[in-house]
Nanobody
């Protein structure tokens, strides 16, 4: 069992930056890590993911060039650096860990992840 806890959310003005952290309860060197978000009244959507090695990253088109996912396996932590934030980025952001993501297409789907955090709120004011 792996517990993941998100932190770093908050209120920021449009154009600002935040860095989210996702810390796992034990080593996650063999796990892919992903970030998803859910805005009020909408379904949860994929934002970004990173392979267990850190060599491959994946992003939804709407955040490419603005968000960067990274990880530190020695710290059991994944990060989501969010720059150029927009009001439409407002959502609860969830971190997830998965061990059996064998195909690139797998990273985009919630069902491929085994463990989820409780979420952290990101609010971007206009």
């Amino acid at each position: 069992q792996v517990m993941v806890v998100e932190s770093g959310g908050g209120l920021v003005q449009a154009g600002g930056s935040l860095r989210l952290s996702c810390t796992a309860s034990r080593t996650v060197g063999m796990y892919a890590m992903g970030w998803f978000r859910q805005a009020v009244g909408k379904e949860r959507e994929f934002v970004a993911a990173i392979s267990s090695s850190g060599h491959s990253t994946f992003y939804v088109d709407s955040v490419k060039g603005r968000f960067t996912i990274s990880r530190s396996n020695t710290k059991n932590t994944a990060y989501l650096q969010m720059n150029g934030l927009k009001p439409e980025d407002t959502a609860v952001y969830y971190c997830a860990a998965g061990r059996r993501l064998y195909r690139s297409s797998s990273y985009y789907f919630e069902s491929e992840y085994d463990y989820w955090g409780q979420g952290t709120q990101v609010t971007v004011s206009s």
